[in-house]
């Protein structure tokens, strides 16, 4: 470990809110920091407990804490920046925690463009709408800065974040895009009744 702490960011929040790619240019702004992508560690060493009833690999998040407080402990790094939806699920001792949000309709575009399932994209849009991973986080850290991705101001606010600057809290409230959408797109908000 280095004399001192190094600084911890964590980057959270809902699949496709932009996680990967604001902590990657945050990573290039600042002078030594290194990246922790949750996802790929999970990937990598096969952190997965057990498969759901809908055959989806459930992640082994005690083991992925584990992990990520193991490469911190050995880091020399002044700065880590730890990435991913499931670091919202624990808590990273010391670490500032950045909850990164996206209007429903930009989720929407990003999760067709994957290709993901209409449940899928439903759960993450509920997610999202709901701050799940906010609440989740909030209960978790104690204390967290959300930003919505596709505000032009959030690079330069979580830069300077990162930096050790206060920023003022922002409160950030989708459920009216929920409802909005709920009159638009009915199926991305509420499973189908099989009746009708
Ligand atoms: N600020 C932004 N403006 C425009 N497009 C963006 C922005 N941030 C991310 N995107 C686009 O949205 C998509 C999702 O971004 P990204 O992969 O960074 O999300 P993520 O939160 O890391 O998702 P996951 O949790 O699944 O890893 C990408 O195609 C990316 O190019
Ligand atoms: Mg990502």
Do not use: W
């Not at 280095?2 to 945050?26: D, F, H, N, Q, Y």
């Not at 990598?44 to 759901?52: A, L």
């Not at 919202?88 to 990003?110: D, S």
């Not at 638009?184 to 009708?196: A, C, G, T």
Request: net charge positive.
């Amino acid at each position: 470990m280095t004399a001192s702490m190094p600084k911890i960011i964590v980057i959270t929040g809902t699949p496709g809110t932009g996680k990967t790619t604001i902590a990657e240019r945050l990573k290039r702004k600042i002078n030594g920091a290194v990246l922790i992508r949750a996802t790929d560690l999970v990937n990598k060493k096969r952190f997965y407990s057990k498969v759901d009833k809908d055959g989806v690999k459930v992640a082994d998040i005690q083991k992925l804490r584990k992990e990520i407080v193991g490469k911190i402990k050995k880091s020399d790094s002044p700065i880590i920046i730890i990435e991913g939806h499931l670091v919202c699920e624990f808590k990273i001792k010391g670490a500032k925690v950045i909850v990164l949000r996206a209007h429903l309709n930009t989720l929407l575009k990003r999760l067709r463009r994957r290709g993901y399932s209409l449940e899928k994209i439903r759960d993450n849009l509920v997610s999202e709408a709901t701050d799940y991973c906010g609440i989740t986080a909030a209960e978790n850290y104690g204390d967290v800065y959300e930003f919505l991705s596709d505000d032009r101001r959030t690079m330069k606010y979580i830069i300077a974040l990162a930096k050790g600057a206060k920023q003022k809290k922002q409160n950030i409230n989708l459920m009216q895009e929920l409802q909005t959408l709920l009159k638009r797109d009915r199926e991305y908000v509420l499973y189908s009744n099989p009746e009708k």
